[in-house]
């Protein structure tokens, strides 16, 4: 590493669309220190992050990280085993579903580790990080701090030189907070070496970093340690030294919270009355028997740990969820879960976004003003006041899922207080919010309750702002801890800040996640793992089928843990080769039929029994009119009618040929087509009778014979032809939409990012993630293979061995076309409704289900040629049906291993090892 | 500084019907604005209507056209080219010449469904009046066209030999003359029924990948929670769902009949195109219905994908819009009449559309439709309450 520089950005500048998120910034970040990025929300900081992680590609400017540049594809590849990057959001770059331990299990995979060592490396991190007793748990099941740690756990799995954090702290409680900085100083005091780089809105804990960056605007405004900064600006507080550094003009927008006394109600009911409210998830108690009193116009906060049931307990308030147990009031009125008329009083702001992405700020506004029912003259005004007060008209015709965090959430309040209800109940509003739109939004709060009397009951892990509430209530566990006010709480505790009475009042009630003092005294100096860090990282293969399987490894593990998924999987396809299979058959019967007979002489009634003797023909009554033909055959009663003029027998008689008319519905074709053959038949059976009884048996005896063989299927069942073809159909549907949510999923939940900044390939990663889908395919080829020679007594009667293998061919193709599909949807529903229209119409229209393929013409040939369910069926019904092998059906063997490898292909284009 | 308390509504508002119905109006609007905003659903509702009913309609025939048929012409005669030249477009391909030896390899590859074999010695031996015999070889897995197709062969070879010899001596003639007359559709042309019941296929996928999507949506991103700490019931949520995926269906529809059923493949329409928007619109109420249903038993989407292809194919495929619903087991056909509405409305559809029957003789299966959707609407809500409420 030359010099002290561990980064290095000259003249970046990164755009999304028209917008700025990174102005020309050059910086130079010193090596082997503790580097926060500090900035209010949407300032770039996590542009820059990504950048630093080489996960987002450059726009413009050159990055250089480790001695490289970060541009160039190798030195990407090379490094990124000694950087470790762990994205915004809690827990976002886990797997829920896997453990602890199969969680950092695949990090070590990922970074070639033998089992050996990574046991030894989990052992060592999850002791340091106190996740020792969870291992086996899933990771969906943790708290939000002990999510970070278990994330951090798996950043730190490859010892590197580069950590790059993104707001790691965020919405998590200050006891685990305290606890997440404590891990990382233990770590940096064993591994000096190491470089830290944080992006956090707490300025408290930006205050202990060796050195900043403060950012505004995409642009750096300062930058140097934090004493430096504080000396620079003249100020005491890092909070009030940002906004002294900050340009003249928005520095003015910027006002001190000032929190007025509040004054008694008049009404002395209180808005809030909660007595042994408890609710249970199954054996779990989620809130255990809470009560409490909130006062009209109070502000109320609710501070406690992750999963200590305060969204719970809100939820149940606002008459979202039933209570198990206990009873609550609002206004003294009890809540009951359909209260339309109680919802006019509440205004509820959820702890995650909850409007419409898909809405502008104003339509979002609008619907709630309607469904409010504001009187129409009220809606424009009022929507244009809130625009106003929530600092909202500049973005007003934007859609909310591009606008940074801070905002979102002042456009979440907007709408809670549109229809002016004394009650809010607000669920950590201001996690992720950055100092100055806090402060801005306090103000506002404070305005309600002091102008306006309106109640607010809000939870918060920000110690200044349950510094700023009337009283508070400490949670955990599902129970309350203490409430009082803040004075009142940091008194009992010592007298100390509110802070420390907050993780005394936990430690004390033995907070999960705690870690206890002697457990981090017990970790080695320098564990197993540690001492290969000295020695250079080794650079990664370009090719690593260990990286491989560790994707399918986990991948099949997911699977498996959603059972709902793999049932479908594997029963759907049962029930549909049980209902097609009988269902669906091409055998023309039962066609109802009437005679309309106008000569009534026995002539005529002979050559109605004709019909009536044949078997596909069921009688009806005779039509006795033109109109009554008209309407029978127009309600679609009947399908044939057969129409004999008057002086048919008499024409008959003389050898004049009288004409019979019949008439077929029409209404579909195919048994149309099938019925006139058959009256064709019948036609000719009857000329030969009537030639027999004239001239004497010896007519006939014909010269000419048409002898039809039906090949392969002697007695012409649908069943025999409809089997194979269904097992086509199947094969393709069910894997191709179960991997079409492969990699959009990853995208949606954040886990791609573990594929951006490990050394994984495209290859590997979409094959890997191939596998296990190709495996459930194969396994429901089994059993339709099973129900096909048993239930439908379908024998294979070709080459078994070439089934299989066509089998296994075909499937690669069609759970690639899913993958496909997958790389290119943005979200979970487009993938999926991509992959339903897009399979399933050549599906089950060109691939020979319905229609040999060589009697398709035009588009629809070229349509069901260009997909692999028109080469399958030949070797599936070949197999079954036609006693075939490998000769006669490798070519199309052939093409479905061409159609894997060109869906593998397509699918590495797509996929963007780099965000954009 | 003036101070106010906010006043405490203890009145039910938001209960009245008024109210109500102008709850589902504006949920509507936000369900069209949200369907607005996503283009890639867009542009598939519209190849679904447009490029998919056109190319089944127009590709894939169960009629016997296009047959793909051989010759082994072992005579090599007048008579044997003269049957070989009477296998004609549009019924077939134009005929391969093949020899006796590539019969086998031929139909196991599946280039041709039908091999026609004359016997050398044929024309001496029909001249001759002795017995002789064509075969006709037919690929038996070719279910849909294998039966008539051989029919065909079989008359077109009688025919010929007839029509050969008819300038030799008097063959007998048929005694009567039957004429086969096809009502509703003269030529039995599959693409006027394809393409309307295509249309059928798409109406039922859309509506229920649609609706059911927009409520998992809600769901995974946590606005349903939102709707309902407002003054709304889940009814109007469901029916707001309802009617605005429904809306964008039966327009396409309508226009997909006119534009591309009518227009671009010049199929007539017997019936009354509003009488049939109409009991589309009851059928739409119906499938929304179920994909809320479905919505609510898979809990992402990558479940409601594994859950609605099963659905959509068995509904698709054992409604009498693929085949015949006559030869399915009268117990399947049972139970295919009670649990989906896809066969009632594809015989709603089949009336007017074809047959050009009114109202007062299509009203039966339409009421059925709407029967199921009543029950399908009724346990999508209980379901919808209790998944949302997580009771």
């Given at each position: 590493?030359?010099?002290d520089?561990v980064?290095r ?30 900035g ?8 820059l ?28 590849r ?5 950087i ?40 060592d ?7 020792d007793?969870?291992?086996g ?11 970070q ?8 799995m490859?010892?590197p ?37 944080v ?69 002395e ?29 109070e ?122 209800p ?35 009951f ?5 110690m ?25 709480l ?36 320098t ?74 002489t026995?002539?005529?009634?002979a ?29 679609g ?6 129409e ?32 006139r ?29 048409v ?5 392969y ?20 549907l ?31 990663f979409?094959?890997?993630?191939q ?23 379908v ?25 496909l ?20 119409v050549?599906?089950?229209?060109f ?11 035009g588009?629809?040939?070229?349509l069901?040629l ?51 | ?28 609007v ?61 019924l ?6 093949i ?45 849909t ?45 599959s ?12 109406i ?6 649609l609706?059911?999507a ?33 809306l ?17 493949l ?5 019936g ?7 009991g589309?619109?009851?059928?739409v ?83 059925a ?23």
């Amino acid at each position: 590493m030359t010099g002290d520089c561990v980064a290095r950005l000259d003249g970046v500048s990164h755009r999304y669309g028209t917008v700025d998120a990174l102005a020309d910034v050059t910086l130079d970040i010193p090596a082997g220190r503790m580097v926060g990025v500090i900035g209010p929300d949407g300032v770039g900081k996590s542009t820059l992050l990504a950048l630093l992680a080489g996960v987002r590609r450059i726009q413009s400017g050159t990055v250089t990280v480790l001695d490289g540049d970060m541009a160039d594809a190798v030195h990407r590849r090379t490094s990124c085993a000694r950087i470790a990057y762990m994205p915004q959001g809690l827990g976002r770059n886990l797997y829920p579903t896997l453990s602890v331990f199969e969680n950092v299990d695949f990090f070590g995979r990922l970074f070639g580790q033998s089992e050996a060592e990574r046991r030894t490396r989990i052992a060592d991190l999850t002791r340091a990080t106190g996740l020792d007793p969870f291992v086996g748990r899933p990771a969906g099941k943790l708290s939000g701090g002990m999510k970070q740690k278990l994330s951090l756990c798996c950043a730190l799995m490859h010892d590197p030189d580069l950590l790059v954090l993104d707001e790691p702290t965020t919405g998590v409680d200050p006891l685990s907070r305290r606890q997440f900085w404590e891990l990382i100083d233990t770590i940096r005091a064993r591994r000096p070496q190491m470089s830290v780089l944080v992006a956090t809105a707490y300025m408290e804990e930006a205050a202990r970093f060796d050195w900043l960056a403060a950012m505004d605007d995409g642009r750096e405004i300062a930058h140097g340690a934090p004493a430096e900064i504080l000396a620079r600006a003249d100020e005491t507080s890092l909070e009030r030294a940002f906004i002294a550094l900050l340009p003249a003009e928005k520095r003015a927008r910027h006002a001190p919270v000032v929190v007025r006394p509040r004054v008694a109600a008049a009404d002395e009911t209180p808005a809030i009355e909660a007595e042994g409210l408890t609710r249970r998830f199954g054996d779990f108690v989620a809130v255990d028997h809470v009560s409490f009193r909130i006062g009209r116009g109070e502000i109320f906060g609710f501070l406690g740990s992750n999963g200590c049931g305060k969204t719970t307990t809100m939820k149940m308030l606002t008459g979202l969820l039933p209570a198990s147990d206990g009873r609550a009031e609002l206004f003294g009125a009890p809540i009951g879960a359909g209260d339309v008329g109680l919802r006019r009083n509440v205004g509820y702001m959820s702890q995650a976004f909850s409007l419409y992405a898909e809405l502008t700020v104003r339509q979002n506004l609008d619907l709630h003003a309607r469904l409010y029912h504001l009187p129409r003259a009220e809606v424009a005004p009022r929507i244009a006041e809130l625009l106003a007060r929530y600092d909202l008209e500049a973005v007003a015709d934007q859609r909310p899922d591009a606008l940074p965090l801070g905002i979102k959430q002042r456009l979440q309040l907007a709408v809670a207080v549109l229809h002016r209800p004394p009650l809010l109940i607000l669920d950590e509003p201001t996690s992720g919010v950055d100092p100055i739109a806090r402060d801005a939004f306090w103000r506002t709060l404070i305005d309600l309750s002091r102008d306006e009397g309106v109640t607010i009951f809000l939870s918060t892990h920000f110690m200044n702002e349950a510094e700023r509430c009337d009283r508070i209530s400490l949670m955990h566990a599902g129970r309350v801890l203490a409430v009082g006010t803040p004075a009142e709480l940091a008194a009992a505790r010592g007298g100390g800040s509110l802070e420390e009475a907050f993780v005394a009042y936990l430690a004390e009630a033995g907070g999960v996640g705690a870690v206890p003092a002697e457990t981090e005294s017990a970790v080695p100096a320098t564990p197993a793992g540690v001492a290969s860090a000295e020695a250079p990282a080794a650079v990664p293969k370009r090719f690593d089928p260990g990286r491989l399987w560790a994707y399918a490894r986990r991948e099949a593990m997911e699977l498996l843990r959603d059972p709902i998924r793999l049932v479908f999987a594997l029963v759907g396809p049962i029930v549909l080769m049980m209902a097609f299979g009988w269902g669906i058959s091409f055998d023309v019967e039962n066609l109802k039929w009437a005679a309309f007979d106008q000569d009534r002489t026995p002539e005529s009634r002979a050559l109605l029994e004709s019909f009536s003797g044949s078997r596909y023909f069921t009688e009806r009554p005779p039509v006795s009119s033109t109109a009554e033909l008209d309407d029978r055959m127009r309600r679609g009663e009947l399908a044939l009618v057969v129409e004999i003029p008057p002086g048919f027998g008499r024409d008959l008689q003389n050898g004049r040929v009288p004409e019979v008319g019949v008439w077929i519905d029409g209404a579909m074709p195919f048994r149309g087509e099938t019925t006139r053959s058959y009256v064709g038949g019948l036609a000719l059976q009857y000329a030969q009778q009537r030639a027999i009884e004239r001239a004497g048996p010896n007519a006939s005896a014909s010269t000419l014979d048409v002898e039809v063989r039906y090949r392969y299927n002697q007695a012409f069942k649908s069943v025999v032809a409809m089997v194979p073809s269904i097992i086509a159909l199947m094969l393709i549907l069910i894997p191709a939409v179960m991997s079409a949510v492969a990699v959009v999923r990853e995208k949606e939940t954040g886990s791609i990012a573990n594929f951006r900044a490990t050394p994984t390939g495209k290859v590997e990663f979409l094959v890997g993630k191939q596998l296990p889908y190709v495996a459930v395919a194969m396994a429901s080829f089994a059993t339709l293979m099973i129900l096909a020679v048993t239930l439908f007594g379908v024998p294979v009667t070709g080459s078994f061995a070439a089934l299989a293998l066509g089998t296994l061919l075909y499937c690669f193709a069609t759970t690639g076309f899913g993958q496909l599909v997958s790389t290119f949807t943005r979200t979970q529903v487009a993938a999926v409704f991509a992959t339903a229209i897009l399979a399933v119409v050549p599906a089950v229209n060109f691939s020979g289900l319905l229609v040999p393929v060589a009697s398709l013409s035009g588009g629809a040939r070229v349509l069901g040629l260009a997909f692999p369910a028109a080469w399958y069926q030949p070797i599936s019904v070949g197999t079954f049906a036609k006693a075939l092998g490998f000769s006669a059906v490798w070519p199309q063997m052939v093409v479905l291993a061409v159609f894997s490898v060109a869906y593998l292909i397509a699918a590495r284009t797509f996929l963007q090892k780099q965000e954009r | 500084m003036g101070r106010e308390t906010r006043a405490v509504s203890k009145r039910p508002a938001g209960t009245g019907l008024a109210a109500r119905l102008a709850n589902v109006f504006r949920l509507t609007v936000k369900e069209l604005r949200s369907i607005r905003a996503d283009p890639i659903m867009l542009l598939l509702v519209v190849y679904a209507f447009t490029i998919n009913v056109y190319s089944v309609a127009t590709g894939a025939s169960v009629e016997a056209t296009n047959l793909a048929v051989a010759v082994v012409d072992e005579d090599r005669s007048a008579l044997s080219r003269r049957i070989a030249d009477g296998l004609t477009p549009p019924l077939f391909r134009p005929a391969v010449e093949i020899g006796a030896a590539e019969i086998d390899g031929a139909l196991d590859a599946g280039r041709v469904v039908f091999v026609v074999e004359i016997p050398p010695r044929f024309e001496a031996d029909v001249l001759a009046g002795r017995k002789t015999a064509v075969q006709v070889n037919v690929d038996a897995t070719a279910i849909t066209q294998a039966g008539n197709g051989s029919a065909y062969i079989r008359t077109i070879v009688a025919d010929q030999v007839a029509s050969f010899l008819a300038g030799r001596d008097g063959a007998a003639a048929s005694p009567v003359d039957v004429v086969v007359r096809a009502t509703f559709n003269p030529n039995l042309k599959s693409s006027w029924f394809t393409s309307v019941m295509q249309v059928v296929n798409s109406i039922t996928m859309l509506t229920v990948i649609l609706t059911g999507a927009a409520l998992i949506r809600e769901r995974e991103q946590g606005t349903v929670e939102h709707l309902l700490i407002m003054p709304v019931v889940p009814s109007e949520i469901m029916l707001s769902k309802i009617l605005a995926n429904g809306l964008v269906t039966l327009v396409a529809t309508g226009l997909s009949l006119v534009l591309v059923v009518q227009g671009g493949l010049a199929v007539p329409i017997a019936g009354s195109l509003p009488l049939f928007l109409a009991g589309a619109a009851v059928y739409v109420f119906t499938v929304a219905a179920l994909g809320i249903m479905l919505g609510t038993i898979a809990n992402t989407m990558g479940q409601f994908g594994l859950l609605a292809i099963p659905v959509l194919l068995v509904t698709q495929l054992l409604s009498g819009s693929a085949t015949p619903l006559e030869s399915m087991p009268a117990g399947l056909r049972w139970v295919m009449w009670t649990i989906s509405p896809t066969p009632h409305f594809v015989s709603f559809a089949q009336g007017v559309l074809y047959r050009g029957a009114g109202a007062t003789v299509v009203w039966p299966p339409l009421v059925a439709v709407a029967v199921i959707g009543g029950v399908y609407f009724a346990v999508a809500l209980r379901r919808f309450r209790r998944v949302v409420f997580g009771a």
